[in-house]
Nanobody, 122 residues
Framework: VQLVESGGGSVQAGGSLRISCVAS????????MGWFRQAPGKAREGVAA????????YYSGSVKGRFTISQDTAKNTVYLQMNNLKPKDTAMYYC?????????????????WGQGTQVTVS
């Protein structure tokens, strides 16, 4: 499995970014995709998740209403549209594949991660 993130950058508060994750080598048809982030000195946290039918199953409370996860299956790509960005959104953003938690709706990572893309909001 290979996951390659891109699209990060530096923006001012209130701005928008769309980050992408191109996936290859995933053979599990039931695998979900999730976006996670890790700020310096903090634990990695789940941000959003999407299942194989393209339904968003999870948003963290801190991003709900501002971020949107989507996918383009023809391009094997998952996106995270981030609007009204805040300085607290500053982090390295990672995508991962895994399985959907039956209750929480989060994408529980199976162990495959991308290299990350940095998002900085000032």
């Amino acid at each position: 499995v290979q996951l390659v993130e891109s699209g990060g950058g530096s923006v001012q508060a209130g701005g928008s970014l769309r980050i992408s994750c191109v996936a290859s080598g995933i053979t599990d048809k039931s695998a979900c995709m999730g976006w996670f982030r890790q700020a310096p000195g903090k634990a990695r946290e789940g941000v959003a998740a999407i299942n194989t039918t393209g339904v968003a199953t999870y948003y963290s409370g801190s991003v709900k209403g501002r971020f949107t996860i989507s996918q383009d299956t023809a391009k094997n790509t998952v996106y995270l549209q981030m609007n009204n960005l805040k300085p607290k959104d500053t982090a390295m953003y990672y995508c991962a594949t895994g399985h959907t938690h039956p209750i929480a709706g989060t994408c529980v990572p199976s162990g495959d991660w991308g290299q990350g893309t940095q998002v900085t909001v000032s």
